[in-house]
């Protein structure tokens, strides 16, 4: 596996966190934050959409098809809990409960990060097979 794999991914949710934050806006501080706390958002739905990915490839045979469609639909359903988590953060912020806000997004960034080297890992090793 190859670095060059993670970073790919990685540098188009960079790039679209960037340009949704900065064209033709006036960006504040309050601006940077929501935008840091709905990234999870993107990057599970970037990780259904690489699953979906080996679906459609069916690199692996039928039988690694149905586990990568099953991993799809959880991902799907997990996207749910991130925007429910996003959502509540973006409200914590507004209270002023930083060290809640501070749980939250780790808890979601935890999740959906893992789900995008789940997903990457998954279509790697379709293609080796």
Same mark, same amino acid.
């Given at each position: 596996?190859?670095?060059?794999?993670?970073?790919? &991914?990685?540098?188009?949710? *960079?790039? @679209?966190?960037?340009?949704?934050?900065?064209?033709? @806006?006036?960006?504040?501080?309050?601006? /940077?934050?929501?935008? *840091?706390?709905?990234? &999870?958002?993107?990057?599970?739905?970037?990780?259904?959409?690489? +699953?979906?990915?080996?679906?459609?490839?069916?690199?692996?045979? %039928?039988?690694?098809?149905?586990?990568?469609?099953?991993? +799809? /639909? #959880?991902?799907?359903? $997990?996207?749910?809990?991130? %925007?429910?988590?996003?959502? =509540?953060?973006?409200?914590? *912020?507004?209270?002023? @409960? +930083?060290?809640? $806000?501070?749980?939250?997004?780790?808890?979601?960034? #935890?999740?959906?990060?893992?789900?995008? +080297?789940?997903? %990457?890992?998954?279509?790697?090793? =379709?293609?080796?097979?």
């Amino acid at each position: 596996m190859q670095l060059i794999e993670f970073i790919l &991914p990685g540098s188009l949710l *960079f790039a @679209k966190f960037l340009i949704k934050l900065f064209i033709d @806006k006036n960006v504040s501080a309050d601006d /940077v934050v929501g935008a *840091f706390l709905s990234l &999870p958002v993107d990057i599970i739905f970037l990780s259904a959409s690489l +699953f979906a990915a080996g679906v459609i490839s069916r690199a692996g045979g %039928v039988e690694s098809a149905h586990l990568t469609l099953s991993f +799809f /639909v #959880l991902s799907l359903l $997990v996207s749910i809990i991130i %925007v429910v988590a996003w959502r =509540r953060s973006e409200a914590l *912020f507004a209270s002023d @409960k +930083f060290w809640a $806000v501070a749980g939250v997004a780790s808890l979601s960034y #935890l999740i959906s990060i893992s789900s995008l +080297f789940l997903a %990457v890992s998954g279509l790697l090793s =379709r293609g080796e097979a």
